[in-house]
């Protein structure tokens, strides 16, 4: 048990819809990452917050948008669903967000658009 | 701009058998390295890191030396075993920390 949690587990929904995933780190953990993995793209990092803060981003959607709350948790946000965004979802927390940091996963949440 | 290469699988070896997963990276500075394991069904665990050239990372009897020269950080374990059955992902993180992976290789171990 890595410490971080993710929900839902699994998520089925259709296309055009809207869904909400969300991440809590790691306990004393200040930077939530998430990565998209798929067959076709492998895994991709989309975006990293740090203490509330966007710190980086990388190839994530418009359609796509995330926070992190003063409780440090963090939510994907994903709308106008496609086919092609079923993926696995991962969120990673570590400590200081630099990159000699260990980046600890949750389970995942799978996201399937039907 | 950075990038990690991985040998492609599937690797498939009996139990006992030497392994070797060969990684290679393009990176600006001085990026650390990781290996990370994904059971299936589960997410990714850190198996071994390194921070900087020659370090050598090592965790149940897997074990990865950061080269420089060869831009390298293959993965070696003396001896499979079945549990060892899993898809390895060689990492590299950029200064934010965000981690840039290989396309992963699955290792089939067999008895």
């Known amino acids: 048990d890595s410490g971080v949690t993710q929900t839902p587990k699994h998520l089925i929904t259709a296309t055009g819809q809207r869904v909400t995933l969300r991440c809590s780190p790691r306990s004393g953990d200040l930077s939530v990452y998430w990565y998209q993995q798929s067959l076709d793209q492998g895994l991709q990092f989309l975006i990293q917050?740090?203490?509330?803060?966007?710190?980086a981003k990388g190839n994530i959607l418009e359609r796509f948008s995330a926070q992190q709350f003063p409780d440090l948790h963090s939510e994907l946000n994903l709308s106008s669903l496609e086919l092609g965004d079923s993926a696995l979802y991962f969120c990673?927390?570590?400590?200081?967000?630099?990159?000699?940091?260990?980046?600890?996963f949750g389970p995942g949440t799978r996201l399937t658009v039907l | 701009g950075n990038s990690v290469t991985q040998m492609e699988g599937p690797v498939t070896l009996s139990e006992e058998a030497f392994l070797t997963i060969n990684c290679t990276y393009t990176a600006t500075g001085y990026p650390s390295l990781f290996w990370y394991v994904q059971y299936p069904g589960e997410g990714l665990q850190l198996l071994l890191k390194a921070t900087k050239a020659d370090d050598k990372g090592s965790n149940k009897g897997f074990e990865a030396t950061y080269r420089k020269e060869t831009t390298s950080f293959h993965l070696e374990k003396g001896s499979v075993q079945v549990s060892d059955s899993a898809v390895y992902f060689c990492?590299?993180?950029?200064?934010?920390?965000?981690?840039?992976f290989g396309q992963g290789t699955t290792l089939q171990v067999k008895p």
């Open positions: 990673a927390s570590s400590e200081a967000g630099t990159g000699r940091d260990t980046q600890y």
């Open positions: 990492a590299l993180s950029s200064n934010t920390g965000k981690l840039i």
């Open positions: 917050y740090y203490n509330g803060e966007e710190r």
